[in-house]
């Protein structure tokens, strides 16, 4: 079958830290893979896409890679701080396909 | 407008009842989706409209629910008979529609349904 698997459990980090979440799916051949930042009672803000021939995608402090053998993509923040806590997703788009496959997100808590 | 509107915010609902649940796109976006997220879960993808057609309605979990858009802009999806395991949040998201899979969809803030 196929499944989308992000950690259910909350992420816990102290501020400053890096904070890696991850991203499995099975049974998919996406052609790009998402990461949105969802605040609680807001939708989901789109963060950063890549592509499947590529490895690896920065902007500012966040840092995506994306193993099609592994099928598993790590997002990264560094420097963590406590506004970026809220609950990360993670969506795959087929190529021949409009509609976003979301993951049930993970929580992320950045202490101070 | 700046960004995609949804209405109401939250609706309580009656079992057996009929809802309609509004989304405002971004102005000049031609592709809009209708996406469900229960509870601690990621969301669910209802249906893809492309203009005021909609070419994908594999999400919609039953002939129960429906949804249109009129004049390229406004969409309301239709709950009819509602069932309490239709409660969730409702998003809404649009896009400009462009070919080669880095479209990027922006979110409405949802409507969240409640059926007592």
């Known amino acids: 079958s196929q499944k989308i698997e992000q950690n259910s459990e909350a992420l816990n980090i102290q501020e400053g830290k890096t904070a890696t979440l991850t991203c499995n799916y099975t049974n998919y051949s996406p052609a790009y893979l998402q990461w949105y930042r969802q605040d609680p009672g807001r939708g989901p803000v789109f963060l950063l896409l890549i592509r499947e021939n590529e490895k690896e995608k920065r902007k500012e402090r966040l840092k995506v890679t994306f193993d099609t053998t592994l099928k598993q993509s790590l997002f990264h923040i560094t420097a963590s701080q406590p506004a970026d806590s809220a609950t990360y997703l993670c969506a795959l788009r087929m190529d021949s396909s409009y509609k976003l496959i979301f993951g049930s997100g993970t929580r992320l808590l950045v202490r101070p | 407008g700046a960004g995609v509107s949804q209405s109401p915010s939250n609706k309580v609902t009656e079992k057996g009842k009929d809802v309609e649940l509004r989304c405002d796109p971004i102005?000049?976006?031609?592709?809009l989706y209708w996406y469900r997220q229960s509870l601690g879960q990621g969301l669910e993808f209802l249906i893809y409209f492309q203009g005021n057609s909609a070419p994908d309605k594999s999400g919609l979990p039953s002939d129960r629910f429906s949804a249109e858009r009129t004049g390229g802009s406004v969409s309301t999806l239709t709950i009819q008979r509602t069932q309490q395991e239709d409660s969730a949040v409702y998003l809404c998201?649009?896009?400009?529609?462009?070919?080669?899979?880095?479209?990027?969809?922006?979110f409405g803030p949802g409507t969240r349904l409640t059926v007592l």
């Open positions: 998201a649009s896009s400009g529609g462009l070919a080669g899979g880095t479209d990027t969809q922006y």
């Open positions: 102005s000049g976006h031609t592709a």
